[in-house]
C-alpha cells in the first residue's frame, strides 16, 4: 500500500502538538489521532507506535537543523570567525525555540522510563552535531585557522558555550523570551572564550 507523505505530514503535526502539551506518557494514540484528524487505523499504517511517532517527531526537527548546519558548514566563506558566528547563532536559536524547547523537557521528564528516547535524540543530533563540526575543526586545524588536538571534544565545547546561560535560563522559565541582541551578545563571548583557547 502507497501512503501518502501528506497523511505522514499531517499525524506529525498533531502528535507534535499533543507531546508538548501533555508529555509523552499521558499522550494516547487515540488523542493523537484524533488531533491529526485521522484514524487510529490511518495512523498505524504510519508508525509502528506511540515511540516510533516521538522518535519522528524529533527526526523532523532534528533533520532539519542538522540540514541547516551541514549547508553553513558547505558554505565557509573563509573568514572563521563569522562563519562560527553564524554557526553558533543557528545552534542557540535552535535549541531555545518553543518546539524543541517543548520536546527537550518532555524527554528530560521520560528519560528515566524510556531511555531509548534520549539515546536516539543524542544519536540524531547531539552526536552529528559534534561529528560534523568536529570534522570541519580538523579541517580548519590542518589550515593552520585552529589549532584543535581532539576535533570531537573542541566541537563538544563549542555547542555547550554557544548555548551557554541562555538556553539553561530558557529551559526553566526564567527567560520568555531571548532579543536576537541578546542572541548576537551570547554568542560573541562564547566566541571570544573558543578562539582564545582553540587559535593559533
Given at each position: 500500500?502507497?501512503?501518502?507523505?501528506?497523511?505522514?505530514?499531517?499525524i506529525l503535526v498533531g502528535a507534535r502538538q499533543v507531546f508538548v502539551e501533555l508529555g509523552y506518557e499521558r499522550a494516547s494514540v487515540a488523542l493523537i489521532a484524533g488531533r491529526a484528524g485521522v484514524s487510529k487505523a490511518t495512523l498505524y499504517n504510519h508508525f509502528l507506535d506511540k515511540a516510533a511517532l516521538f522518535v519522528a517527531c524529533?527526526?523532523?526537527?532534528?533533520g532539519a537543523m542538522r540540514g541547516e548546519v551541514d549547508a553553513?558548514?558547505?558554505?565557509?566563506s573563509g573568514d572563521l570567525e563569522r562563519d562560527l558566528h553564524v554557526i553558533g547563532e543557528k545552534i542557540l536559536r535552535f535549541s531555545i525555540s518553543s518546539t524543541v524547547m517543548a520536546l527537550h523537557r518532555v524527554i528530560?521528564?521520560?528519560?528515566?522510563?524510556f531511555p531509548e528516547i534520549g539515546q536516539r535524540l543524542y544519536e540524531m543530533y547531539t552526536r552529528h552535531l559534534d561529528e560534523t563540526l568536529g570534522a570541519s575543526f580538523k579541517v580548519w586545524s590542518?589550515?593552520?585557522k585552529l589549532r584543535v588536538d581532539a576535533p570531537m571534544l573542541a566541537a563538544e565545547q563549542f555547542v555547550e558555550l554557544c548555548k551557554g546561560s541562555t538556553f539553561h535560563r530558557v529551559e526553566l522559565g526564567v527567560a520568555k523570551e531571548v532579543s536576537d541582541e541578546e542572541v548576537r551578545t551570547a554568542?560573541?563571548?562564547?566566541?571570544?572564550?573558543?578562539?582564545?583557547?582553540?587559535?593559533?
Open positions: 500500500m502507497e501512503l501518502s507523505p501528506a497523511k505522514r505530514r499531517q524529533l527526526e523532523e526537527e532534528s553553513l558548514l558547505e558554505a565557509r528530560v521528564a521520560e528519560a528515566p522510563r590542518d589550515q593552520g554568542i560573541a563571548g562564547a566566541l571570544r572564550t573558543f578562539l582564545r583557547a582553540y587559535c593559533p
